[in-house]
């Protein structure tokens, strides 16, 4: 696949991908102004909260699966006004802008 990079990490591993990259596309918004309307710290709180969530999604794929439907009802019954359908481009945006390749060797814990 064209988005797919070698599996060469930032120096300060995947978190800071996250932070750097990830956390403006899902807030929508950029550190400056999530550190002004929200506090300094909230990004880094963003961020960790991606990295343990992608960690029990892999670690248990079906009960993650089945939050994420409860989730999107909630939002399809009370957030009306918002797009539950953002969240499609949020991710599309997201893998193109931090792209992974897995390097086909075993990983041990």
């Known amino acids: 696949m064209p988005w797919l990079r070698d599996a060469v990490l930032p120096d300060d591993g995947p ?18 102004d999530l550190a002004e309307k929200l506090g300094s710290e909230y990004g880094c709180g963003v961020a960790y909260g991606i990295e343990r969530g992608l960690i029990l999604a892999n670690l248990r794929p079906e009960w993650a699966r089945g939050l994420y439907h409860l989730i999107r009802s909630h939002y399809l019954q009370a957030h009306r006004e918002e797009d539950p359908l953002d969240w499609e481009e949020q991710a599309e945006q997201t893998v193109r802008t931090i792209p992974v390749a897995i390097p086909w060797r075993e990983i041990k814990p």
Do not use: G, N
């Not at 978190?15 to 400056?32: G, K, Q």
């Open 15 to 32: 978190s800071d991908d996250i932070f750097r990259l990830a956390v403006p596309i899902l807030c929508e918004m950029t550190h400056e």
